[in-house]
């Protein structure tokens, strides 16, 4: 069973930053795709950003140039940073593990508080 537990999530203000870890039960990201959602509330959960087995990257047009996902070398944590945070950027946000193909989301964390405000 694939375990996340999502970390670093807080209060801050508009402008500053804030690193999100995501911690799982072992290296599984040698094996799936790591991907953070955010969910505001009243809305549906978005896809943020993306890293692949092979490190590839993506992001979502709204955190593009201010998020940055990193993996660690165990392939057992990922890592959000988020920086030049907006009031818009308060959601919860999850990590998910993602099995490349067939494409199907096999975990999901329980999700970290971010609140952009002043």
């Known amino acids: 069973q694939v375990l996340l537990v999502e970390s670093g999530g807080g209060l801050v203000q508009p402008g500053g930053s804030l690193r999100l870890s995501c911690a799982a039960s072992?290296?599984?990201?040698?094996?799936?795709?790591a991907q953070w959602y955010r969910q505001a509330p009243g809305l549906q959960r978005e896809l943020v950003a993306t890293?692949?087995?092979?490190?590839?990257?993506d992001y979502a047009s709204s955190v593009a140039g201010r998020f940055t996902v990193a993996i660690d070398n165990a392939r057992s944590a990922v890592y959000l940073q988020m920086n030049s945070l907006k009031p818009e950027d308060t959601a919860v946000y999850y990590c998910?593990?993602?099995?490349?193909?067939?494409?199907?989301?096999?975990?999901w964390g329980r999700g970290t508080q971010v609140t952009v405000s002043s």
């Open positions: 072992g290296n599984i990201f040698s094996t799936y795709t």
């Open positions: 998910a593990a993602v099995r490349e193909w067939p494409v199907e989301i096999v975990a």
């Open positions: 890293i692949t087995t092979g490190d590839g990257t």
